[in-house]
């Protein structure tokens, strides 16, 4: 057997401009037992176009990193079954949204929290755990 | 019938079936407002630095918190009855503390536009009887607000729209995506780029004025002509509009007054954000972000985002609302570093950082109250079953003699 080169060389990186969205599901979820698998399988996706999974070579169900100067997740990615012409994805409000969300509202207390830049590559990691996401302000 | 707490709209049709003092089953909600109101897995128990601990201890220990900061910070109430919100006003005055809720990075911006009378609005029931023209601009209502077409909007029977969404309206979504709202506006979704809505409003008033908009000529000027036929319309503003005009928003003011004939309804999430708005802005003028020193002080430093931002907060006490999960994480770290007080009926991220954590009763199931609907009208909020929980109006006026 050869060795497998593909280990040793990085996945290829995207830059990826993402929005956020509610989803009646992702909300009943939240409701019912925000800590739950239910709550973590709506939240942790990114919803991209079908001519983006196409540039990306990405498909739904595989593992994506998501990284920018604000932090890093884990999430799974999904195909839109709307139409979407590609050149934005998709995520829902939660903790892995918000990981990747600036501080920064020029002194005005709002930010943007529709409009996400990112660097998106496939990943063998696991989906970021939500107390992986709030651990680090435990006292 | 019983009224929903699970949004704005303060749904007051609901049926409960009750077994053993427990509901078993929701009937006429949405799928939030069941879920909501059936209650959560996780119920929160009292305690401190994360070890149970009796109610009497978490309210001393609260007490002494805010007693002890030089600048606590009153953060939530947004889901909480007018009655609580009012003690919680009482409270941060008492303690001249900071006080803000999630209006703030919401619909602040616009509530108090309309409070302040710069926005011509109308009630969800004169929407429902007379309005023809249905505007859903960056709502997604379908998801956030689920019961809003059918009760007031596109679908119900009114005074001057019998026959409903077949014949007499007709509805509109701008988006940056073809959300589920957007879906049932067949024929009339206008897709717009990622912060474009200014520059669609300013293409939107010229195709108004008679000009050809250099924008989207044709659309433009297809949608003007709609607007301009209305009778009675209703601009329904969603966060996706705020958050994209949120430097600009003066022109939404503009384009409201070349419409005489439209209404601007804020879309609010959670069940009493407005409430807590209304009461704050009878109290200090301001819908949010204020400090009590002896006189009030509205200040963006005082916005949640800015105050945790800059630690300049002492102590937090969060009453019905989960800024660890709702802020941007690079902004939570600063809650690490001071005592942090939650009031909840269930366990959040934000309890298990809390310093002191107090359960509370849930209203509209497990307490009383009223609260405002997000056209402004007063709704009485019933209580389900019996409990023991304290109110959070309890709690605030039990923090209020202990301080």
Known sequence: MGIDIGKFLKNPEFEILITTYRDIFQVEALERDRFGEEYKKLSAV????KNDLQKTGFKSGDRVKLSNNNGTVVVEVKESKKNESGGLAFMVNSPW???LISGETDGKGIPEFKYIMARISLSKEEITPILDLIGAFHK | MFTCTGCALLCEDIEAIIENNQIKEIRNACRRGAARMKGCANRLVSSIDQKPADIESCLKKAAEILRNAKSPMLFGLDNSTCEAQAKGIQLAKKTNAIIDDTSSFCQGLLIEKILQKKLRTCSLDDIRNKADVLVYWGSDAQDSQPRHLSRFSYFPRGESRQRGYEEDRLAIAIDVRESNTAKICKGHFYRIPLKGDKEFILALMEALSGKAPAYDTKNMLGLASILKKAQFGAIFVG???TYSIKNDFEILTALANMLPRFNIM?????????GFNEALFKETGFVNRVKFEGKVVN???????????????????????????SLPRSIISHLASIPVVCIDPC???TSRIATVNIPSAASGVESAGSAVRMDGKLIGIKKIIENNYMTDEDIMKRLMEAV
């Open chain 1, 46 to 49: 990114i919803t991209m176009s």
């Open chain 1, 97 to 99: 949204s918000n990981t």
């Open chain 2, 347 to 349: 366990q959040t991220f």
């Open chain 2, 299 to 325: 200040d963006n430093k005082f916005a949640v985002i800015e105050a945790l931002k800059k630690k300049s907060i002492d102590a937090l006490v969060v009453v019905g609302s989960d800024p660890v999960l």
């Open chain 2, 239 to 241: 966060i996706g509009l």
């Open chain 2, 266 to 274: 804020p879309m609010v999430g959670h069940y009493n954000m407005r």
